[in-house]
C-alpha cells in the first residue's frame, strides 16, 4: 500500500492546486534596527544613516527599508535618519536628545498613465447633437 494512499477519496497531492500568485518578488524588504544597536556602534552626537548603518556592520544584507525599533536603552543624542520608526524608538531617540527624521521610500508603481489623459482627451472632444 502506498503511502499516499487516502482509501480511495482524492488524495491530498492532487487536491492542492499547484500554481498561483506569489508576491514575494515585489514585497519591500524591511530590516529592523534596535535602538541598543544604535547606543553600541555610534558615538554621541554621530548622524545615523542607511549608509552608516551598513558601513558599521548594523545592517548586512541590502535591503530596501530600515526601521528603528524601540529595544532598549539610549542614553547618546544621535540625529538618526531611517525610513521608519516605531512609536517608542522615536520617544527614546528624543527623550536623549536626538533627532529623528524620516526618510522618503519608493515612488508607488502607476499602473495605468494614459488612464486620466485619455479621460481628458474625450471631454474635449465636441459631440455632434442630434
Given at each position: 500500500?502506498?503511502l499516499?494512499?487516502?482509501?480511495?477519496?482524492?488524495?491530498?497531492?492532487?487536491?492542492?492546486?499547484?500554481?498561483?500568485?506569489?508576491?514575494?518578488?515585489?514585497?519591500?524588504?524591511?530590516?529592523?534596527?534596535?535602538?541598543?544597536?544604535?547606543?553600541?556602534?555610534?558615538?554621541?552626537?554621530?548622524?545615523?544613516?542607511?549608509?552608516?548603518?551598513?558601513?558599521?556592520g548594523v545592517?548586512?544584507?541590502?535591503?530596501?527599508?530600515?526601521?528603528?525599533?524601540?529595544?532598549?536603552?539610549?542614553?547618546?543624542?544621535?540625529?538618526?535618519?531611517?525610513?521608519?520608526f516605531s512609536?517608542?524608538?522615536?520617544?527614546?531617540?528624543?527623550?536623549?536628545?536626538?533627532?529623528?527624521?524620516?526618510l522618503?521610500?519608493?515612488k508607488?508603481?502607476v499602473?495605468?498613465?494614459m488612464?486620466?489623459?485619455?479621460k481628458?482627451?474625450?471631454?474635449?472632444?465636441?459631440?455632434?447633437?442630434?
Amino acid at each position: 500500500m502506498s503511502l499516499i494512499f487516502e482509501g480511495g477519496q482524492m488524495p491530498l497531492v492532487r487536491r492542492v492546486p499547484k500554481r498561483g500568485f506569489n508576491n514575494k518578488a515585489f514585497a519591500d524588504l524591511v530590516i529592523g534596527v534596535n535602538v541598543v544597536d544604535l547606543e553600541n556602534n555610534f558615538d554621541a552626537n554621530e548622524q545615523v544613516t542607511p549608509e552608516t548603518l551598513k558601513s558599521k556592520g548594523v545592517v548586512k544584507k541590502v535591503c530596501d527599508k530600515i526601521k528603528i525599533l524601540g529595544t532598549g536603552e539610549l542614553k547618546k543624542s544621535l540625529e538618526v535618519s531611517a525610513h521608519a520608526f516605531s512609536a517608542t524608538a522615536q520617544k527614546k531617540i528624543e527623550a536623549a536628545g536626538g533627532k529623528a527624521t524620516i526618510l522618503p521610500g519608493k515612488k508607488p508603481v502607476v499602473k495605468n498613465k494614459m488612464g486620466s489623459r485619455k479621460k481628458n482627451l474625450l471631454a474635449q472632444v465636441k459631440r455632434p447633437k442630434k
